[in-house]
């Protein structure tokens, strides 16, 4: 069995309130990139452990701290699955802000799924996923997702990204979820993002905010950079993707999104 564990995107970050178990609540809206994705290959194989290969990039991670072999290791302790070949071939940048691990151990989860025949409902999916990460559960659905809490609580929200170009930039250095979370500072916006987002796409640049960015562009200036270079170059909107580094521009015209030097660039 094939799977593609594509990649995402946050539009907004709104950083709530810091909570007594450590995590922050927040609320952003998470959107798919289909065109950029990981491609697992999982088989049933004789025994009860993993084999696992991985190709593509290079995953800065030991094999067993890979979520992919850790969310392997959470269907056996609750379901029992048998023993399983699994392939990585890793394409989506990491330490980027894509969601690119996750999808990866939420696409696992679906597959084992189906090559065990465990019919489990999607509510059950998504607790599983959430368990392994914050972003997680977003890719069980894998559709336009307002998401809540740590991240994992969804629901659907309307966005007409039809038409548009996506360009990415990942710049070679990354931003870590701790250096991330370390400096930003938790705030309640006036106006919720998910009417912030209601306003048409030429206003999103003054109002929805990425709350990571400040403190990530004042120790990283690079992506303070790309960011006003997309939006030189033509983008309607530009923001950091989640914790970073990957910032990501919206162009309404494909000429110009064609003239940004990446090699990530998408029609939504």
């Known amino acids: 069995?094939?799977?593609?564990?594509?990649?995402?995107?946050?539009?907004?970050?709104?950083?709530?309130?810091?909570?007594?178990?450590?995590y922050h609540d927040l609320e952003?809206?998470?959107?798919?990139?289909?065109?950029?994705?990981?491609?697992?290959?999982?088989?049933?194989?004789?025994?009860?452990?993993?084999?696992?290969?991985?190709?593509?990039?290079?995953?800065d991670c030991p094999a067993d701290k890979n979520l992919c072999i850790k969310a392997f290791q959470l269907m056996k302790e609750r379901y029992g699955v048998g023993g399983v070949y699994l392939?990585?071939?890793?394409?989506?940048?990491?330490?980027?802000?894509?969601?690119?691990?996750?999808?990866?151990?939420?696409?696992t989860l679906l597959a084992l799924n189906e090559l065990f025949a465990l019919h489990l409902p999607e509510s059950e999916l998504i607790a599983l996923a959430a368990e392994l990460g914050s972003d997680t559960a977003f890719f069980v659905r894998n559709t336009p997702q307002r998401c809540t809490g740590r991240g994992?609580?969804?629901?659907?929200?309307?966005l007409n990204l039809q038409g548009l170009w996506l360009v990415l930039v990942k710049p070679d250095e990354g931003v870590s979820t701790r250096e991330a979370y370390a400096g930003v500072v938790p705030q309640l916006p006036e106006i919720p993002l998910r009417?912030?987002?209601q306003r048409p796409l030429s206003e999103w640049q003054a109002c929805v905010k990425n709350d990571f960015e400040p403190h990530i562009f004042a120790a990283?200036?690079?992506?303070?950079a790309i960011k006003a270079e997309l939006l030189q170059a033509g983008a309607v909107y530009a923001a950091m993707s989640g914790s970073g580094s990957t910032i990501f521009?919206?162009?309404?015209?494909?000429?110009?999104?064609?003239?940004?030097?990446?090699?990530?660039?998408?029609?939504l």
Do not use: Q, W
């Open 1 to 22: 069995m094939k799977m593609r564990a594509n990649c995402k995107i946050n539009l907004g970050l709104d950083i709530l309130r810091r909570r007594e178990d450590g």
């Open 28 to 59: 952003t809206v998470m959107v798919p990139v289909h065109g950029l994705y990981d491609e697992l290959t999982i088989e049933r194989i004789a025994g009860d452990g993993v084999l696992f290969e991985s190709a593509g990039l290079k995953v």
């Open 87 to 107: 392939r990585l071939d890793k394409r989506v940048p990491f330490g980027a802000g894509l969601g690119g691990g996750s999808s990866d151990a939420t696409m």
């Open 152 to 158: 994992e609580r969804m629901e659907p929200i309307d």
């Open 195 to 197: 009417e912030r987002l």
């Open 220 to 224: 990283h200036p690079r992506l303070a």
């Open 249 to 267: 521009g919206l162009f309404d015209d494909e000429k110009k999104a064609r003239l940004v030097d990446t090699p990530y660039i998408y029609c």
